[in-house]
């Protein structure tokens, strides 16, 4: 049989469970304490600005390079022996300046002789003096003299018709008569002829006497308009042939700006507009223009199209073949979301931002960059009008994650 306990016993349990219990409340709620203490203390300090909405002028960033406003390469017109070689790399050239002169004893003297036939033609003609041409055939000596032979010829010939009709003259005489007659109409006719051939011939060696002079001319090789030399490719004494290649010559000022824009702006760049061009050989100082010319079609592989701008050059700083990147303002106006640079945080080609709840707690949501302009950036997708977003306090950039709490230690504008 089991034996019951005696009263103060149980009291004695009783009083044991219960400072138990006492306990155990006390250790939760002096954790449930510590726990909120722990969490203030784990707060980031952030800064805090709102999405609003801005109309802003868009503005076309394209990169491209630089091309000389004009470039040629200068080549022999005839074939010759290089006597001088008057210009290298990096020299200025006026146009017409010479830059390599030919032997020319050869022209010279062809040249010569091919005026020496022009006056033999010139005085089978009958020119003299400063008379360049005939204008009148019928006022040569040749054909004078075969007018008047036929003049002669046919007043014998009328007469003897007369005396014949009569019979006073013999048949004889009469037909000789006429046969003068028409053998002088022939002459005239020949005469007039040969004075035609003769202005002719005349025409020809002229012409000949003209490309022999040219010829003359072509032994001193100019350059065709002002600008530097790229390239010599001569040297004294070197035998050239006709389109050998003897310098290259580049005028820069102004210089051509090739751009490529992409499709989508085709609306925003028309000619005239005024463009800022930057080249890594002078990073702090733009150089402006206008837009000149653009292609008219698209490229099918890159989706872009070729805008050129023309930049004066005097200085000569810009030099063909540089890399640029150009600013092009557009007549385009939007109403766009903008943030701060700082409030975005990029990893694994992602955009994200922070946006701060109404319980001060961070919420990690990713968006859409497009444009950016100046310090700020502008949201395609991911936030909207009104979102309260986080930027970091100085040195708490990596403190801030998704959900954790935050404590607003200032406040900002996105479009400031």
Request: hydrophobic letters at 40%; a neutral charge.
């Amino acid at each position: 049989m089991a034996r019951r306990l005696p009263a103060p016993a149980w009291f004695g349990i009783c009083a044991l469970l219960l400072l138990f219990l006492s306990a155990c409340s006390a250790g939760k709620i002096g954790t449930a304490k510590a726990g909120s203490v722990a969490d203030k203390e784990k707060s980031v300090p952030v800064r805090v600005v709102t999405v609003k909405h801005r109309d802003v002028r868009r503005t076309v960033e394209a990169v491209g390079s630089l091309f000389a406003y004009d470039e040629v390469v200068v080549s022999a017109e005839i074939d010759g022996r290089a006597e001088r070689v008057l210009a290298d790399v990096g020299d200025r050239v006026e146009k017409g300046q010479v830059l390599v002169e030919i032997l020319p004893t050869e022209f010279q003297l062809a040249a010569e002789q091919q005026e020496a036939i022009v006056e033999q033609a010139r005085a089978r003609l009958g020119l003299t003096g400063d008379i360049a041409e005939v204008t009148d055939p019928t006022q040569t000596a040749a054909v004078r003299k075969a007018s008047a032979d036929l003049a002669n010829a046919e007043q014998k010939y009328k007469r003897s018709r007369q005396l014949s009709q009569q019979g006073v003259l013999a048949r004889q005489t009469f037909e000789e008569d006429e046969a003068a007659f028409k053998a002088a109409q022939a002459s005239y006719d020949l005469a007039v002829q040969d004075v035609r051939n003769l202005q002719a011939a005349v025409k020809q060696e002229r012409a000949l006497r003209d490309l022999a002079n040219k010829k003359l001319r072509d032994t001193k090789i100019v350059a065709p308009f002002s600008g530097y030399i790229k390239e010599r490719n001569v040297t004294t004494g070197q035998y050239l042939k006709v389109q050998t290649p003897v310098m290259a010559i580049v005028n820069s000022d102004p210089i051509r700006v090739r751009l490529k824009v992409p499709e989508k702006m085709s609306s925003w760049v028309l000619v005239g507009q005024p463009v800022s061009v930057s080249v890594e050989a002078y990073p702090e100082r733009p150089f402006t223009g206008k837009i000149w010319r653009i292609n008219p079609s698209v490229d099918p592989q890159t989706r872009t199209f070729d805008a050129e701008a023309l930049i004066d050059n005097h200085q000569g700083l810009l030099k063909p073949g540089f890399f640029t990147k150009a600013s092009i303002p557009s007549t385009k106006v939007d109403s766009v979301l903008l943030v701060p640079q700082k409030a975005l945080n990029y990893a694994y080609g992602i955009y994200k931002i922070y946006q701060v709840t109404t319980a001060n707690k961070l919420k990690e949501r990713e968006v859409k960059v497009g444009d950016r302009l100046g310090e700020e950036v502008e949201l395609i997708e991911g936030a909207a009008e009104g979102d309260r977003v986080a930027l970091p306090a100085e040195g708490q950039d990596l403190a801030m994650r998704d959900g954790v709490a935050v404590k607003i230690v200032g406040s900002g504008d996105a479009t400031k």
